[in-house]
Each structure stands twice: as structure tokens, then as C-alpha cells.
């Protein structure tokens, strides 16, 4: 009887153990597919000319840091999986992390380039420029020096404690986690701010859109991981937030620079003896 007691907790440690890899493996598939489709549809759609364009190069480039964490993220669960006594390498997580919490700067930066284009460097006077770009600046440096802490604390805890006991000891009441969120929201905010206001002239429902997809959403997962790493010791739900805020902030990103620039740099077509053609 105790044999089988203990063959049965053996059991559901080995199930408790490995059931968060099953989570993210499948929240990383489902994502990765619309998101590899959407990188594809993107060159399908595109032209010479929006190619070149600084927009398109960083929705792209976010494409590719957004994949490449799915690819390390689930190799690692993965591993999990098949092989939970032999844990990763402790530079791969490292390098995991690294791909999952540094990109939303770039991320929440990328429509920001759009200014640009309104208030050109040449010709801005320089007390506009530090105006609208010295707030969303120093927020960003802040953001990397913070995170920057975030991943020294966890490479030193996985070097005396462990992977698993550094992932639960970096988590729970984590105060630098907790300022990064919270001052991205900050950031959120004050870019939607300067968007709504140079873009005030054009249509409501455009800027409804930019706001759906690029403020609310991320507004509501970072408020949602504040709650869930002050009150949830567990990391497992925290990860699951972070990695669809990931995915979903450069979807929202991408769909809102197609609307903001009133999808200028996608080719445009006519009908023709009932055939689409390319207008050149």
C-alpha cells in the first residue's frame, strides 16, 4: 500500500512538473502560427519601395525577435517535457529571458518613428523635439536599467540556488518587474497621448483602432501581471501573461502601423476585365 502511495506521488509531481510546459507549448504553437503567417503575408503584400522604409525593417525585426523567443521558450518546454531530469543549460534560459522581456521596447517604440515624419530633425526646433521625445527617452533607459537588474538577479540566484528555486525566488514580490510594468504602462500612455494629438484631425475610427491595438491591450496584461506577481507565488500564470502580452502587443504594433499610415506602404490594386491588377 505505501508502495503505491508513493508510486502515485510520484506520479503527480512528475504531472505538477511538467503540465506548465504543456501550457506554454501550446499558448507559444497557437501564436507562432498566426504570427509566421502574418510575417509571410507581410513580404507577400509589400513593395520595393515600403521595404525600404524604417517601419517596416523594425515590424519585421519584431517579427523575428518574437519567434525567436518561441523558438527558445519552447525548446525549453520541450525539454521539460521529454526530458524533466536534465534541466537546460543555464545560459539558454538566460537567453530565453533575454528574448521575452527586453523586445517590448522596441515593441512599444516602434510607432513612436512614426513622429518622424511630422516633426522631421532638420527642420523640429530642438525645444519640440526634447518636448516629445524626452519623456518616452528617459522612461526607456529606465525600463533597460531595470530590466537589466531583473536578469543579474536571476543569473545570480540560478548559480546558488538553481534554475527552478531562481525562477520562484526572481518571481513573487518582485520590485523591479513591478516598476518595469508600471512604467510601461507610463510609456503606453504618454505615446498614445502624442499620437491621439498629432493624429487629432483624422478619422475617429482610425484612431479608435491604433488604441484598441496598441494601448488597451497591453494596458490590461500589464496591469494583470502587477496583480499576478504580487498575490500569485506561482510563476506559471505570470509566464503565460508575459508571453501572450509578448505576441499580442506586435500584432497590435503591426495593426496599428497599417492603420496609422493608412496602409501607404501596401501595394494597391484595381479590378480590370474582372481581374485584380497591380497599380505601379
Known amino acids: 500500500m505505501s508502495s503505491a ?60 525577435l518574437v519567434l525567436t523567443m518561441s523558438i527558445l521558450t519552447g525548446f525549453i518546454s520541450y525539454k521539460t517535457v521529454v526530458d524533466p531530469f536534465n534541466p537546460v543549460s543555464t545560459s539558454l534560459q ?37 518636448k516629445i521625445f524626452a519623456f518616452p527617452c528617459c522612461i526607456k533607459c529606465t525600463r533597460v536599467v531595470v530590466l537589466a537588474l531583473v536578469l543579474d538577479s536571476y543569473a545570480r540566484n540560478a548559480l546558488v540556488e538553481g534554475l527552478i528555486l531562481a525562477e520562484a525566488t526572481t518571481w513573487f514580490h518582485n520590485p523591479n518587474m513591478t516598476t518595469e510594468w508600471a512604467m510601461q504602462i507610463a510609456d503606453n500612455i504618454r505615446t498614445k497621448l502624442i499620437k491621439t494629438a498629432c493624429g487629432i484631425a483624422e478619422h475617429i475610427r482610425q484612431i479608435f483602432y491604433i488604441s484598441v491595438a496598441n494601448f488597451i491591450f497591453p494596458l490590461i496584461f500589464n496591469v494583470a501581471l502587477i496583480i499576478s506577481i504580487m498575490t500569485d507565488r506561482s510563476q506559471t500564470n505570470g509566464a503565460l501573461l508575459i508571453l501572450m502580452n509578448n505576441y499580442i502587443t506586435v500584432l497590435g504594433v503591426l495593426c496599428a502601423t497599417l492603420w496609422f499610415s493608412g496602409l501607404e506602404w501596401l501595394p494597391k490594386f484595381f479590378l480590370q476585365n474582372g481581374e485584380w491588377e497591380l497599380v505601379h
Do not use: G, M, Q
Open 94 to 130: 538566460l537567453a530565453a529571458i533575454v528574448f521575452t522581456i527586453f523586445p517590448p521596447l522596441l515593441y512599444d517604440s516602434i510607432l513612436l518613428t512614426r513622429l518622424f515624419a511630422l516633426y522631421p530633425l532638420s527642420s523640429t526646433p530642438l525645444a519640440t523635439l526634447l
Open 5 to 64: 502511495t508513493d508510486s502515485e506521488a510520484t506520479i503527480n509531481a512528475l504531472v505538477n512538473t511538467i503540465h506548465p510546459s504543456f501550457d506554454y507549448i501550446i499558448a507559444i504553437t497557437a501564436f507562432s502560427a498566426c504570427l509566421f503567417t502574418l510575417f509571410v503575408i507581410l513580404f507577400a503584400l509589400s513593395t520595393k519601395e515600403s521595404r525600404c522604409r524604417l517601419v517596416f525593417r523594425l515590424n519585421v525585426l519584431a517579427i523575428c
